[in-house]
T-cell receptor, first 112, second 111 residues
Framework: DQQVKQNSPSLSVQEGRISILNCDYTNSMFDYFLWYKKYPAEGPTFLISISSIKDKNEDGRFTVFLNKSAKHLSLHIVPSQPGDSAVYFCAASAEGTYKYIFGTGTRLKVLA | SQTIHQWPATLVQPVGSPLSLECTVEGTSNPNLYWYRQAAGRGLQLLFYSVGIGQISSEVPQNLSASRPQDRQFILSSKKLLLSDSGFYLC??????????FGQGTRLTVV
C-alpha cells in the first residue's frame, strides 16, 4: 500500500528550463510534506517542506506547491542546473505519527 | 549543530551471518530515530522508528530487528541474513513535524 506515489520514475530537462516533479498521496491525515534530493551512495538531503495550512512555499530556485483537494504536490526547480541531477523523493507525515513516508523517487537529469 | 553518524559505509556479508549496523546522533536530545532501506524500484521504505529509549515500532515484517539502547543510539540487527536483505540502509533522526536528517547510508550486499 503505497501512500505516497511518484509516478514518473525519470525526467530529463534542458539546463535553464523548469523542472517539475510530481507527487500524489492517498492519506488525508498527512499534514506535512517534504522534498529530498539524493545522490548515489549518499543519504538524502532535505530541500524544502510545506505544511498543509499553506499551498506554496518558496526557497530560492525551489518552490513546492500543495493541492490538498487533489492530494497532490509538486516541486518546481527554476532554472534547472546540471548539479540538480539526482533522485528526488517526496515524503509526508501526519501529526502525532512521527513517521515520514516516502515515495519511490524520480530521477532528474538536467542536460547541459 | 546536530550530526548523525552511521557505519559502516559498505558491508559484504554471507547469507546466514549476523548483522549489526549502528547509528548515533549528536547535538540533540530525545530525537525520533528511523531506519529506512532503499531497494531498487522501492523508494525509501521505513523499517523501524523509535520515539524513545527501548521503544521500537516495526513497519514491515522481516528478518531484521532494531534496538535503541541509549537516547541517541539506534542499532539495526539480524541474526541470519538473507539474500533479500541486500540494499542501502539509511538512519535518520527527526521530530516528526519538521524535516528529518539522514546519515550517509550503508550499502549492504549479502552474498
Amino acid at each position: 500500500d503505497q501512500q505516497v506515489k511518484q509516478n514518473s520514475p525519470s525526467l530529463s530537462v534542458q539546463e535553464g528550463r523548469i523542472s517539475i516533479l510530481n507527487c500524489d498521496y492517498t492519506n488525508s491525515m498527512f499534514d506535512y510534506f517534504l522534498w529530498y534530493k539524493k545522490y548515489p551512495a549518499e543519504g538524502p538531503t532535505f530541500l524544502i517542506s510545506i505544511s498543509s495550512i499553506k499551498d506554496k512555499n518558496e526557497d530560492g530556485r525551489f518552490t513546492v506547491f500543495l493541492n490538498k483537494s487533489a492530494k497532490h504536490l509538486s516541486l518546481h526547480i527554476v532554472p534547472s542546473q546540471p548539479g540538480d541531477s539526482a533522485v528526488y523523493f517526496c515524503a509526508a507525515s501526519a501529526e502525532g505519527t512521527y513517521k515520514y513516508i516516502f515515495g519511490t523517487g524520480t530521477r532528474l537529469k538536467v542536460l547541459a | 549543530s546536530q550530526t548523525i553518524h552511521q557505519w559502516p559505509a559498505t558491508l559484504v556479508q554471507p547469507v546466514g551471518s549476523p548483522l549489526s549496523l549502528e547509528c548515533t546522533v549528536e547535538g540533540t536530545s530525545n530525537p525520533n530515530l528511523y531506519w529506512y532501506r532503499q531497494a531498487a524500484g522501492r523508494g525509501l521504505q521505513l523499517l523501524f522508528y523509535s520515539v524513545g529509549i527501548g521503544q521500537i515500532s516495526s513497519e514491515v515484517p522481516q528478518n531484521l530487528s532494531a534496538s535503541r539502547p541509549q537516547d541517541r543510539q539506534f542499532i539495526l540487527s539480524s541474526k541470519k541474513l538473507l539474500l533479500s536483505d541486500s540494499g542501502f540502509y539509511l538512519c535518520a533522526w527527526g521530530r516528526g513535524d519538521t524535516e528529518a536528517f539522514f546519515g550517509q547510508g550503508t550499502r549492504l550486499t549479502v552474498v
